[in-house]
T-cell receptor, first 112, second 112 residues
Framework: TQLLEQSPQFLSIQEGENLTVYCNSS?????LQWYRQEPGEGPVLLVT?????EVKKLKRLTFQFGDARKDSSLHITAAQPGDTGLYLC????????????FGAGTILRVKS | SQTIHQWPATLVQPVGSPLSLECTVE??????LYWYRQAAGRGLQLLFY??????ISSEVPQNLSASRPQDRQFILSSKKLLLSDSGFYLC???????????FGSGTQLSVL
């Protein structure tokens, strides 16, 4: 059983389209991180969110942390082929002693 | 600046053979070190972490072991590999256990 669910598992879109990736848990996160991973490489941190309702922007990427700190979303505006990769959310679950748990990831493919 | 090195990048090993993967961190002292395994379609699973020389915590029972002979060196080993040990192995570090993780470039292990 996954403590942290990510959806969708796979997303294939055209360049210029918008998309949203979701990360959900039944438990409360003390903090949540989003990473991006390219094939054959390790994940690289994009953002950390801590406060419920927090919104952070990184160029065309918008990250939102749910008010109850049980969910998060990553929205990409006008996707580009360079956005292609595996997007992982990782959260520290208060119920599990702030252990860092990773989601299974969303594979994003942006076609030109 | 800090860097993390992990090798080899790819490895093909027969069942029953030994394993040794090495990870070193440069540019920092007393890092927390981690070994993760990433299976296709799944998130990262924490295997071991270490907060200091000779201090190893195991997250899941398995056929693998870890050692930290020096402050910035972390080694993942097995005496006899199983087919189920195949996967993408990632080493990571951070200064504080609740900080973001910095990942190495990973080792793709295929056990045949």
């Amino acid at each position: 059983t996954q403590l942290l669910e990510q959806s969708p598992q796979f997303l294939s879109i055209q360049e210029g389209e918008n998309l949203t990736v979701y990360c959900n848990s039944s438990s409360v996160f003390s903090s949540l991180q989003w990473y991006r991973q390219e094939p054959g490489e390790g994940p690289v941190l994009l953002v950390t969110v801590v406060t419920g309702g927090e919104v952070k922007k990184l160029k065309r990427l918008t990250f939102q942390f749910g008010d109850a700190r049980k969910d998060s979303s990553l929205h990409i505006t006008a996707a580009q082929p360079g956005d292609t990769g595996l997007y992982l959310c990782a959260g520290r679950l208060m119920e599990y002693g702030n252990k860092l748990v990773f989601g299974a990831g969303t594979i994003l493919r942006v076609k030109s | 600046s800090q860097t993390i090195h992990q090798w080899p990048a790819t490895l093909v090993q027969p069942v029953g053979s030994p394993l040794s993967l090495e990870c070193t961190v440069e540019g920092t002292s007393n890092p927390n070190l981690y070994w993760y395994r990433q299976a296709a379609g799944r998130g990262l699973q924490l295997l071991f972490y270490s907060v200091g020389i000779g201090q190893i915590s195991s997250e899941v029972p398995q056929n693998l072991s870890a050692s930290r002979p020096q402050d910035r060196q972390f080694i993942l080993s097995s005496k006899k590999l199983l087919l189920s040990d195949s996967g993408f192995y990632l080493c990571a570090w951070n200064r504080d256990r609740y900080e973001k993780l910095f990942f190495g470039s990973g080792t793709q292990l295929s056990v045949l």
